[in-house]
């Protein structure tokens, strides 16, 4: 019996519900002549069929198997229906019945058949036990289920079936979702500057295709299916969101280095920070680029315009050290060209001031040896000694402001040697001056 092949539900063998998933049963009897009349009362095809389907008493072992077939079909298939064909054609036509025009075929019959098409056409789609309609592939899956548990010897239960067919439907309705997001990504132009709007056109498509897929699962009570495959669409878009961060990244790094082969490289080229405090101009320079940089990309993301300028920066650390390197040699340079300056200048204004003390000197000594010509032999010895005395004295100091000085100049190199120079050269002239005072003085009481 078909109660002993099939079961509605592995955990219940009393199979009440399969009359449930049972097809309409549709009797289609061709060639049929006989008189559809019961005690002289004619009757509908159906009725016929009904009263073919009543049972005898059951007396007799040929009466069990009389009803039998009667009871299953009245038991699993409540909706019946029955279409009697009468002979298509004469025996002419139907030698070549596949050629015949519907004129050729008999009327009775054509009549019948458009009844039955009528009937076929407007019979109600399957449902599942969940009342889900059975769309042409489910019941594929459902037959090619039930042939193979049929083929390996073991009674079919149509309730594991649907889980199975219902597991691959849902399992393919998945899979459309994500490959329509796929093609949702797809069609995204990167790289999308603004992530706000991109992460919210996301969220918008996959609620929409959650929603979707959500009216098309069955059986999905745990939410298996619908948060997998929304899974699987957070991976995709972190994917996707991530080739859009390295894209961003790779236009912004590619902006800086565009910028400073175009601007700052061109300026070391010629020289421009080749000078003392080239550096603070370097600085300024690659301060100007980055500003140009974010205004030029304000519609990025500050985030990876920030990561993309620190990485650019650590790339220019090299760059910058050569700066300060080259910088701190010209300045050292320069300095040290100014002190040499200031010493030779200030040696040659020693030397006139020198050369112009000893000329007025030589002039007064001329004059008194004019005015003492008389006394020039007697004072001549003294003299000598005299010039002599203070010509060693005169060397004597000269020796020492000369290691004076170059003292000074040994500590102005650390701090402010100019200033503290002129003040010194001024006190050793103020001292020479006075000196000559007094030598002059001595000279007149001499003299005198």
Known sequence: MLSQNIKVSANDSSNDGLESIMPHFVLCVRDFNLELE??????????????????????????EKYNRPRECIKRYFTRRKVFTFDRPAGRKVMRTLDLAREEDLNEDFVHETEKFLAYIYTCPGKYLLNKSPVTG???????????ATISDGNVPCVEDAIMIMTRQENEKHAKVAVEEFKVFLKQIQLPVYDKNKLCNSNLKFKKEQLSSLQSKLMFDTDSKFQNSTEDEMQTLYEEFEKHNSKLLYEKCINTLHKM????VKVNIEKGKYATSGGHDV??????????????????IDIAERRKAQHDFESKMIHENKLMVTEDKKLTEKESKELMTTKLNTLKTELIQSQKNERIKLEAKLDDQRRFYDEKRETAKRKEKERERRIADEHREELRRMKEE??????????????????????????????RERALEQNKWCYLS
């Open 38 to 63: 019961h005690n002289g009362e004619e009757m509908t095809a159906d009725e016929y069929l009904e009263m073919c389907l009543q049972t005898k008493t059951a007396e007799t072992q040929e009466d």
């Open 137 to 147: 592939s489910m019941l594929a899956k459902l037959l090619r289920e039930y042939v």
């Open 260 to 263: 400073h082969e175009t601007t």
């Open 282 to 299: 370097y600085d300024q320079d690659m301060r100007v680029l980055y500003d140009e940089y974010n205004n030029e990309l304000k519609n």
């Open 405 to 434: 000085f170059e003292y000074e100049i040994k500590r102005e190199r650390e701090k402010r040697i100019a200033a503290k120079e002129r003040r010194d050269m001024e006190n050793e002239r103020r001292r020479l001056n006075e």
